[in-house]
């Protein structure tokens, strides 16, 4: 079990990323916004949901799961090549989206199966704190870029543009409104593609060992 997740466990970053995709663009969809939206629209939303939100929160949990075992290994990976402050900190950031995401899809599952039992008013306020829970997300993605990218030429995780990358994505992330959803997407697609280069990386290792 544990070579096998020495094997594959950079892989459940992108897992989790792929899962956490399709549970809320592609199952749930996108609730309308609480800010330009009439309370009928929202609570419309969450009651013709039914189902779907209750998939959808499934989804994220395992998305969630699988976030942890990514912090997990990329925290292991970096100790054993001596980034110990840097391997905490970037397990922290792991810890924080898998905690955004466990919010997000409880929320999701309450809604789904409880919106037109509870007030209209409890409806729009619990939509509304999904649709700005954003800082535990570009908090952890910050923490997660930042720590893997300054650790990135002492333990040869990844190369020196994704690093670099990261830092650019992290600075928007924390660029306020508008421009910060875009650094958060961006930051995700980032996540992905440095889960591929780390799985690709840990596949080198093993052939060599």
Known sequence: MNRFLNRFGPLS????????????MAVAGMPPEVATSSTAEVVDFWTDLGDTGRWAGWLVLLGVILMALF????????RDRGATVLATTAGIG?????????IDGSITLTLGDAAASLPAE???AISAISEYLFIPYVAG????MVSLGASAKQTGLIPSWLAVAGYVLAVVAL???EVALIGVMLSMLWLLVTSIVLFRGAGSEAAQA
């Open 141 to 144: 993605l910050v923490l997660l």
């Open 13 to 24: 970053g992108a897992a989790s990323m792929i899962l956490g995709f399709v549970g809320w």
């Open 71 to 78: 912090g997990a290994w990329l925290g292991s990976a970096m």
């Open 175 to 177: 660029i306020p409104h």
């Open 94 to 102: 792991a810890f924080f989206i898998a905690i955004g995401s466990s």
């Open 122 to 124: 409890s409806v729009v």
